[in-house]
């Protein structure tokens, strides 16, 4: 067998660093990509949200010129009152803090819940400080941790025996300081149950949903938070620490 002399050892070592060094940048460009597509829907959610919150408050002012016109001229504003109620209060559930991401998500997942008839309550603050987290990330643990929750909840029945909701979900976010504490409680299953911060669900999606939760404690653990799963029978309790 003939033997390798220095220099092709050299062109050989040479060679197997530029393949290396074409891979990782192939790998970069792919994650690079990726994170551009992320940017780009959380730009394009944002605008969107913007324009929500516009299109509100124009709203609001032809609701306000249409109540002064109707006493300038006394007529009955009865009716008008009952029909424009329903307007106010739908203007009311918009979710506006000064965190425009976040607003976006949570009215997404929101919206998701109620089509799926689960009842959506919420305890955020108008006047919320923006979480200070890169954006994608902001975007992956809410749309993880309310996912998570909306599958919980659906699995329950709609209803009770008394035609009561049994299907709902509570999100509540308040600062302390530079501190944001997040809970959501929402209805499930007594099937789906925690131990030791691990779901053990009879579901045929437990793989995935095992893989929203390795996304929460990875983004969680990036900005040195906590989290914590709690059981409680037929309702689960999710509460992270920024």
């Known amino acids: 067998m003939p033997q390798i002399n ?3 050892w050299i062109i050989i070592a040479v060679v197997i660093a530029l393949i290396g060094s074409l891979i990782y940048n ?8 990726k994170k551009r597509q992320q940017f780009t829907r959380s730009i394009q959610s944002s605008y969107t949200h913007m324009k929500t919150i516009e299109d509100t408050n124009k709203k609001i002012y032809e609701i306000s010129n249409e109540i ?10 009865k009716g008008y009152i009952e029909k424009k109620k329903k307007e106010i209060e739908q203007i009311r559930q918009m979710i506006v803090t000064n965190d425009t991401i976040l607003d976006c998500t949570i009215s997404d997942k929101r919206d998701l819940a109620t089509e799926k008839q689960i009842a959506f309550t ?8 923006e979480i200070q987290m890169e954006d994608v990330d902001k975007i992956r643990l809410f749309a993880n941790l309310l996912d998570n929750a909306i599958e919980a909840a659906e699995s329950v029945p709609a209803q009770d025996i008394n035609g009561k909701n049994k299907r709902y ?7 302390r300081g530079s501190n944001f504490f997040v809970t959501i409680e929402n209805s499930k299953r007594t099937e789906i149950s925690v131990t030791e911060n691990q779901f053990h669900t009879t579901k045929l999606d437990a793989e995935n949903h095992g893989r929203g939760v390795r996304i929460i404690r990875q983004i969680v653990a990036k900005y040195d938070g906590t989290v914590e799963f709690t059981d409680k029978g037929d309702t689960f309790e999710v509460a992270v620490m920024l």
């Open 26 to 33: 192939i790998i970069s460009a792919k994650k690079l990509k």
């Open 169 to 175: 979900i509570h999100i509540s976010i308040l600062n």
């Open 122 to 129: 919420y305890n955020i603050p108008t006047g919320l400080p």
């Open 6 to 8: 220095e220099k092709t």
């Open 68 to 77: 002064n016109e109707l006493i300038r001229e006394q007529k009955d504003t």
